[in-house]
């Protein structure tokens, strides 16, 4: 291009030097014009891209927890969603309001204050009113509770806890027609307790390696009449951990339980101190398969001292999804009226308190089957000595006294399966199988549950419901009244429950329980409530800014 442009240059000075030359002029007439050439260019053109078939499989690597199944039956009652807390607070808040044809009102609140930083309360309180169709059948329960938490820039958290509860029964379990001259003052038991508790916890590994986390606690309980019996709780309790490195470390604990007892009736003893002290030390080993507790825990028990055992281990495998666990431990559960009320609402006083011990020798595994099902099983021989039992008092029946035994030895077999698919659904089922054997004062185990059944089930089928399914189950436990032992009968209790988030802050449920409206004793002389319907909506409100 530059080589035609400049040999046009060139003519036209050799014609104006010619021109000039000669004096004549010359005309020239061309039609070539230069013209730059058009470049090219790349045409692009949008196209989706392919689609990946391909199913990529993930694999996690999760260490084996250290988890412990329990199955207990309970009264079964509606609750308000408790979304599980994670390192960040946020100020959410509730009040969850229903009626029924038995439950009349209910009552439950929650609020949530605090920057989401390092201060946090919460205030929770729950109200229940019930009555059936028996004379006296009713009972009214209250709870109120605050718990707080404050992050300091030392490492450090504080937790504190104020609570009152009372409760409120009526001894219903006698023959009417018989005993017809009880008035409702005379049938009446109420359980008030206010309790305490404080504690404190490292969030980091100090300087040295050690966690720790110390707590107290205090509480009293007192029953109805005029000359109610009163109890004081007192409870200390300071374990501390250290890891030399990734795998040896050892645990130390220190525990001082006291408990006062006063009962003006009482035939054996009207002031009673019991006391339970117990030093801990265990060492540890942990790897990526194995887990090993291995310790000895002295206790002294009322001054008498005993050496309880404390050896566990888990064996996993290398996938993380199978466990053995073994295990040889010792532990106390506390004899006092508190917890005995607790256990059967309709006890009378106790005449005296002693603390429960239990040694645990046991065998098990644990571990998941593909990306759904989880199981767990666990077989034992236990010791128990000194353990609560409740009969029929030689009266009327209506109230349960509380009789030592001072040995017995229980055949344990337990197991549970879950299924999970996302959040969409889920299943869980649990079996529980108890031997009394080796009984020494007592003929039976008065009152306790040989064998239990547990089914739950919860599905989403479309956005916003959730319907859950439940199944309780047990075979009828031995019972003493006047001397005369016999069965009680077997029971399913089958209940229903549904949500429905109507808007984003209100949400109606619905609960249905003892679908086969089957009146059942879980306790001798004391029917449940048959067939029964409870509904109404949460209304969620968020405080955070």
């Given amino acids: 291009m530059q080589y035609i442009f400049w040999s046009a240059v060139f003519m036209v000075g050799v014609l104006n030097t010619a021109s000039a030359q000669t004096g004549k002029e010359l005309e020239i007439t061309s039609s070539f014009k230069p013209v730059m050439r058009e470049a090219s260019k790349i045409s692009f053109n949008a196209q989706p891209p392919t689609k990946d078939t391909s199913k990529p499989r993930l694999t996690y690597n999760i260490p084996a927890q250290q988890l412990a199944f329990n199955y207990q039956t309970a009264i079964l009652n509606p609750l308000a969603f408790s979304n599980a807390g994670g390192s960040s607070w946020e100020n959410t808040s509730f009040v969850k309001v229903g009626v029924g044809n038995v439950h009349l009102p209910y009552a439950k609140a929650g609020l949530s204050f605090g920057n989401g930083e390092n201060a946090h309360l919460n205030i929770l309180a729950e109200h229940i009113s019930s009555k059936g169709d028996i004379k006296y059948q009713q009972h009214h329960q209250t709870d109120v509770q605050a718990i707080g938490t404050y992050r300091n820039q030392n490492n450090m958290e504080w937790m504190g806890s104020v609570g009152y509860k009372r409760h409120q029964f009526n001894y219903y379990g006698y023959d009417q027609n018989l005993y017809n001259m009880y008035t409702k003052e005379d049938v009446k038991q109420l359980f008030q307790t206010i309790e305490g508790q404080l504690s404190l916890r ?7 390696g050690f966690n720790y986390q110390p707590s107290i606690k205090v509480s009293t309980f007192s029953d109805y009449p005029a000359t109610s019996a009163k109890e004081t709780n007192l409870v200390f309790y ?21 408990t006062t007892y006063k009962n003006p009736t009482g035939l054996i003893n009207k002031d009673q101190n019991l006391s339970l002290y117990q030093i801990g030390l265990n060492a540890l080993y942990k790897s990526e398969s194995v887990f090993i507790k291995a310790g000895v825990l002295p206790s002294w028990d009322n001054k008498e ?62 571990g998941s089957v593909g990306d759904h099902l989880t199981f767990s099983a666990k077989g034992g021989v236990h010791t128990y000595r000194n353990t609560p039992l409740f009969v029929n008092d030689g009266l009327d029946g209506k109230t349960f006294l509380t009789r030592y035994e001072p040995k017995m030895n229980v055949i344990q077999i337990k197991s549970e399966l879950g299924y999970t698919v996302g959040e969409r659904a889920n299943i869980k089922a649990g079996v529980e199988w108890n031997n009394f054997r080796g009984l020494e004062d007592n003929k039976r185990a008065w009152g306790m549950i040989p064998l239990q059944f547990n089914l739950g089930l919860g599905w989403q089928p ?49 609960r249905a329980n003892n679908l086969f409206n089957q009146e059942y004793q879980r306790w001798n002389q004391y029917n449940t409530y048959g067939f029964n319907i409870l509904g109404g909506v949460v209304i969620y409100f968020n405080q955070k800014k």
Wanted: proline content about 3%; hydrophobic content about 40%.
């Fill in 202 to 208: 490292n969030l980091q590994q100090t300087a040295t």
């Fill in 238 to 258: 300071a374990p501390v951990e250290k890891y030399f490195n990734d795998e040896f470390g050892i645990q130390a604990s220190l525990l001082a339980d006291y």
């Fill in 305 to 366: 001292l005993k050496f309880m055992p404390n050896i566990t281990a888990d064996i996993t495998t290398a996938s993380q999804r199978f466990t053995v666990q073994l295990g040889w431990i010792g532990y106390y559960n506390k004899g006092s009226y508190q917890r005995f009320s607790t256990m059967n609402q309709w006890i009378n006083r106790p005449d005296s308190l002693l603390n429960q011990s239990i040694i645990e020798r046991f065998i098990g595994v644990k």
């Fill in 462 to 510: 479309v956005k916003d419901l959730m319907l859950n399914l439940d199944l309780n189950a047990w075979d009828g436990p031995r019972y003493l009244k006047a001397n005369d032992d016999f069965k009680g009968d077997a029971v399913m209790d089958l209940g229903f429950g549904a949500s429905y988030k109507l808007t984003k802050n209100i949400e109606a449920w619905f």
